[in-house]
């Protein structure tokens, strides 16, 4: 990943482009105008006063603890706040003042400590520091930097301590990093609970146990959670306390490198879920009144804590802030060799008011004006800008609940310059559909309408859910679809109930409906493949500190006498079926039918057909569907077959001839027999492979 020497200015904004992709933006035209000219002045500002943004952005390399090669220390800290700081740890015996930084400009300190004798480093790999805060008030604060590498907890406490993390040979990558993938199958993952068992799990299990699991299932992208050091485990990652360290839970910097570098052998895409939306209340193992100010790194008063989340809120038009955040993405890119990032929370980042209490109708009025965030919307315009110049195979990802227009068009554009979004209506509508609707009550135009209803060329990441549908205090597909007879009836010995095969086929459809109408990538939190069973939830007080939900019990798929088995294959299958064809990287589908009494839905995408029939009840013999290309077709994909749990209604070798017959707005058509609750892919076999 060789990266540019420095950056060049913007290309001229091409503003006329997206007014006219969509015409209700033309009002709002000052306003693209006036957030483009921030971004613009930033990176001149950037350009100017510090070399530019390939230079500004390394700054990981300086601050902090780091160690040049004749083997001395340079120590760099921003603390505005401070009256004096000083190094403290195990080097110099935990001597508090031994080891003063030399005040700079702009709130700056800095500190050289000399190799000692042949050139061996002060302080030795492995050590504990502290930064040591003279506050205003006189106060000595013990802080760990925000740049540290390495936090570890020690068994018993409850603060991380700062190590410094120098060994004498770091990992070497060996395989390069995949190419930009044109089809993005996601499997979002978390490493702690990759694991049956009921701990902890490690890096080294994700690498060796979980990554050939990802490989055979047909995902090319993984999506990693709670990378980033956070103290609290129940948080799922979104409390970070130190943003430049790995989580050393489940194990050391050099066996993320491996598991990142491993999973790159395998042609899988890396992708990190990056929280600088907001950060961790702590201040003892935290960034939060690092230099004993609330306004170090932060808003000052109630402007910088989020009132739900009770965290800490950047200050997005700080320039150390925004040195501290580029710099965060750098060193996730170059030091671990990451391919991209999910940005956590950018509804909260976009609005004065984070989201909280408000809804979005889709009104354009509230994307613009005062209670935009402008100063975060200009830091997210910069973060894309730097990623895509430095690093243009990189993919960037935003997690937007609001529905910003042109957040995923290129800044040049006046865009937000992110590559994709999660369509996060989706996965709310199906809970929508199967919590409060009879299955004959099912919309087919509301299912088609949600599914494809995006803004024109940006790309979205479709889902049937997520993590946080898995999440305790709510429930997952499967077990909203089968709930309790989850625990009894999901043997093949026992009798296939209406609950289960219920379960089972609408489980397959949803996810195949979702996958190859909903968007232009795909995602599936780990587990909920194979509608694992249960909730996710913590070890915490409320739980009496059980990890016997903290897990993923991936061996319910290896027991041919669970029907777990029969999701799990369905899945792999159709990931399989999409990077043959490619429906992801093709132009969103043409909908031929949306038939609200038969219930059924048919559609074309990548030359291929999609029929689904999600009728309880009723099955078609003979049924018309609208195709646009003629010729002899073929079952590729059939929910109804025996390998997923189906009832083996359909006859494989059955060739369906078209006819020149309209129907339904398309010029040809061919008859199909569609059983109940089956869904079906059809390939055209005169069509040269």
């Known amino acids: 990943m060789a990266a540019a020497a420095s950056t060049q200015p913007p290309q001229p904004l091409k503003l006329p482009q ?84 030399k005040k700079m ?22 050590s504990k520091l502290k930064v040591v805060i003279r506050a205003q008030n006189g106060e000595l604060l013990y802080r760990i930097s925000p740049w540290a590498r390495y936090v570890v907890r020690d068994e018993g406490k ?45 890096y080294k299990n994700f690498t060796y146990n979980v990554l ?8 090319n992208c993984v999506q990693l959670m709670a990378i980033m050091e956070h103290a609290y485990y129940a948080s799922f990652g979104y409390q970070v306390t130190s943003f430049f360290a790995a989580s050393s839970r489940y194990g050391t910097p050099d066996d993320l490198k491996e598991m990142i570098d491993v999973a ?103 994307y613009f004006g005062l209670h935009v965030d402008e100063d975060a919307l200009c830091y997210l315009m910069l973060a894309n800008h730097m990623v895509n110049f430095l690093h243009p195979e990189c993919i960037t990802i935003a997690e ?56 024109y060329e940006e790309k979205y990441i479709a889902y049937a859910e997520s993590h946080d549908q898995a999440l305790v205090g709510d429930k997952t597909l499967a077990f909203r679809l089968m709930d309790a007879e989850m625990y009894t009836n999901m043997s093949v010995l026992s009798p296939l109930t209406p609950v289960i095969d219920r379960g089972i086929q609408l489980h397959k459809m949803i996810r195949l409906i979702t996958h190859a109408l909903g968007g232009e990538s795909y995602l599936n939190f780990m587990g909920n493949e194979f509608g694992h069973p249960e909730w996710l939830d913590f070890p915490r007080k409320g739980n009496n500190e059980s990890y016997h939900y903290a897990r993923r019990q991936f061996n319910l798929t290896e027991d041919h006498l669970l029907r777990y088995r029969f ?53 078609y013999v003979d049924y018309r569907v609208g195709i646009e290309t003629p010729g002899k077709y073929q079952i590729l994909l059939d929910s109804d077959a025996a390998e997923y749990g189906g009832h083996q209604r359909l006859d494989h070798s059955t060739e369906y001839f078209s006819e020149e017959y309209p129907h339904n707005y398309r010029p040809n ?10 869904a079906i892919v059809l390939q055209n076999m005169d069509i040269p492979k």
């Open 264 to 366: 790159h052998s395998m042609g899988i895409t890396v992708l990190l879920d990056v929280v600088h939306s907001h950060a961790s209340k702590n201040s003892e193992d935290g960034l939060n009144k690092f230099d004993g100010t609330d306004s170090c790194f932060f808003h000052s008063g109630p402007k910088g804590t989020h009132q739900l989340w009770d965290s800490r809120l950047f200050d997005y038009a700080n320039w150390e802030v925004l040195r501290f955040l580029l710099s965060n993405l750098r060193m996730w890119i170059e030091d671990y060799r990451f391919d991209g990032f999910r940005f956590d929370g950018v509804t909260s980042m976009l609005y004065h008011h984070h989201g909280i209490g408000t809804g979005f109708s889709g009104d354009y009025n509230e």
């Open 158 to 202: 409850v603060n991380y301590d700062w190590v410094h993390w120098n060994p004498p040979q770091s990992y070497i990558h060996k395989h390069p990093s995949p190419k930009r993938l044109k089809s993005l199958r996601i499997y979002e993952s978390h490493v702690g609970i990759a694991s049956p068992e009921g701990k902890v799990a490690s």
């Open 567 to 619: 999701l799990n294959t369905f899945d792999r299958d159709m990931n399989k079926l999409e990077e043959r064809f490619g429906w992801l990287a093709s132009p969103p589908a043409f909908v031929s039918e949306k038939h609200e009494s038969n219930k059924v839905i048919a559609f074309e995408r990548a030359g291929l057909i999609f029929i689904f029939n999600f009728h309880p009840y009723q099955s």
């Open 18 to 101: 997206l007014l006219e992709r969509d015409p209700y933006l033309a009002p709002f035209e000052t306003d693209f105008q006036r957030r483009y000219s921030l971004f613009y002045n930033r990176l001149k500002n950037i350009e100017e006063n510090e070399g530019g943004l390939d230079k500004f952005s390394k700054s990981y390399k300086t601050f902090g603890v780091n160690q040049f090669v004749d083997g001395g220390i340079y120590c760099k800290e921003w603390a505005p706040g401070a009256e004096a700081v000083f190094l403290a740890g195990d080097f110099n015996g935990w001597n508090p003042f031994s080891h003063p930084y």
């Open 400 to 455: 937007d609940v609001s529905g910003m227009p042109a957040l995923c068009r290129p800044v040049a554009e006046g865009g937000g310059g992110f590559d994709y979004r999660l369509a996060m209506a989706i996965p709310d509508k199906w809970i929508q559909i199967i919590k409060e609707l009879k299955d004959e009550d099912w919309n087919m135009g509301n299912i088609v309408h949600t599914l494809t209803n995006r803004r």
């Open 669 to 678: 058509s061919l008859m199909v027999y569609i059983p109940s609750r089956v």
């Open 105 to 126: 400009e702009y709130g700056k300190w800095e500190l050289f400590i000399p190799p000692g004798q042949d050139g061996y480093p002060p302080v030795p790999h492995g």
């Open 212 to 219: 050939p699991r990802i490989k055979d299932l047909g995902y």
